[in-house]
């Protein structure tokens, strides 16, 4: 199988083909020589690994807020399937980039309030960097293997090309690599880096949204108004070419500028500000930012149509004013109800393992592949068969990546609990803690005065 050509002409960040969001998805096969075509071009996510830790969302009466644990399963739900299929449409339907950096920038608040500010950030960072260090590990092996020198890469060689490395380690940088390696012969299409390791600019964006938090949550208090209109601002003048900067520090401020509204609205709702707007009033902004936004994409439409991680003022529009109204309208839910409830469980695992998801997915939907591909070889498979395999080939690369995600939860995301400071965890998805929980309720009925 072909995957489509990437999405963005360097190593990560916001110059992805003028987009900004996740790494090229992929196309749909149509024949077992692997040719394909390009479907469209987004971190990923895509994720702050504190959801599962100690700094979880809560709600007003102080329990969990599974509201906001419920957007963050979707987001990252709808970054696979992107990948998948490569629907540009979906950029619009669910913009999973904006929604999750708001609910990190509103955990990043809430944990500032509690404590100093060195003290969340080194917090964060641990979270973070253990889970990247075994994803990287992986990625490195395999492309040592596949035979790259970063020394020798025309695009990263030299010296530079050796220091740039430790962005593996560190991301305040985006990591390098190849734009091909192996044949066709390969077990994975030879863009295979791409897709696999273009994700981590979101993490980088993150670290430095982590860092950048005190200075922001600083502004939003003394200049709410202007400090989130700031990157909206910065995302015009930068998409006019007004101001230019070039390179990988381009990208990293142009993908700062266009979710830096969102992580500071997330700010706003934990500080309650956006709490005390008048609702009318938000959604009527909200949807007149919305309307600018689809009215520059229609404009300003990239190779994939209206995908708009290729279009950022759009996306930053577009993204603010969806994150408004579902902020705006936040039922801060302790339970999830109704029918909601059944997915309990699944969300639990997700929220906690949403590190773990956004690393390691694109690598696994690229690892089904060579797994389909073993059934053109059964004995019983003939021109028509063969024929249904094409026609449904992506649709069985959906059926199989979830079973390889969690097979990569139970793996390595036991790896999230030891950075977090907790016991390792195979399967967090709340059972133990609800037992525990029923437990105590019993014991403190039995022990009630009568």
């Not at 990157?231 to 900067?245: D, K, M, N």
Request: a neutral charge; hydrophobic letters at 50%.
């Amino acid at each position: 199988m072909t995957n489509p050509m990437p999405a963005y002409p360097s190593g990560g960040g916001a110059g992805r083909a003028e987009g900004v969001e996740e790494a090229a998805p992929f196309a749909k096969p149509v024949g077992r020589d692997g040719a394909g075509s390009s479907e469209g071009a987004d971190n990923s996510e895509g994720a702050d690994n504190s959801e599962g830790g100690r700094d979880h969302a809560r709600s007003r009466s102080g329990g969990r807020d599974r509201y906001l644990d419920l957007l963050r399963s979707l987001a990252l739900v709808r970054v696979v399937v992107y990948h998948l299929f490569g629907w540009a449409w979906l950029t619009v339907l669910f913009p999973s980039m904006g929604v999750m950096f708001a609910l990190a920038g509103s955990l990043m608040a809430r944990s500032l309030d509690r404590r100093p500010p060195w003290s969340v950030i080194r917090d964060r960072v641990r979270r973070l960097l253990p889970p990247l260090w075994v994803f990287s590990a992986a990625a490195l092996f395999l492309l040592f293997a596949g035979g790259w020198n970063p020394g020798e890469d025309p695009d990263h060689g030299g010296t530079w090309g050796l220091l740039s490395l430790a962005n593996y380690v560190f991301p305040v940088g985006a990591p390098p690599f190849p734009w091909h390696i192996g044949g066709e012969g390969g077990l994975l299409e030879a863009t295979w880096p791409v897709q696999a390791v273009g994700p981590l600019w979101y993490i980088r964006a993150y670290l430095w949204f982590v860092i950048a938090s005190p200075l922001l949550l600083w502004a939003f208090r003394r200049a709410p108004r202007a400090t989130l209109l700031a990157p909206l601002a910065l995302t015009a003048l930068l998409t006019t070419e007004i101001i230019r900067i070039p390179g990988e520090t381009g990208n990293a401020v142009m993908d700062f500028a266009v979710y830096g509204s969102c992580w500071i609205l997330g700010i706003a709702h934990q500080e309650g500000a956006l709490a005390r707007v008048p609702r009318y009033l938000a959604v009527s902004l909200s949807t007149t930012l919305m309307a600018f936004g689809l009215w520059w994409a229609s404009g300003h439409l990239g190779p994939d149509g209206w995908d708009l991680n290729d279009i950022p003022l759009a996306q930053a529009t577009w993204s603010l004013g969806f994150v408004v109204i579902l902020l705006v309208y936040s039922p801060s839910w302790s339970e999830l109800p109704g029918r909601l409830a059944k997915w309990d469980k699944l969300i639990t695992l997700s929220n906690n393992r949403a590190v773990t998801i956004y690393l390691w997915h694109n690598l696994l939907i690229m690892a089904t592949v060579p797994l389909i591909d073993q059934a053109y070889d059964f004995p019983f498979m003939d021109e028509g068969m063969m024929s249904a395999l094409d026609a449904t080939y992506v649709l069985w690369m959906t059926v199989l990546v979830w079973p390889l995600i969690a097979l990569m939860i139970l793996a390595v995301g036991w790896v999230e609990d030891l950075a977090a400071g907790r016991g390792p965890r195979l399967w967090p998805d709340g059972r133990r803690a609800g037992r525990r929980s029923r437990l105590g309720t019993a014991r403190t009925k039995r022990n009630a005065p009568s």
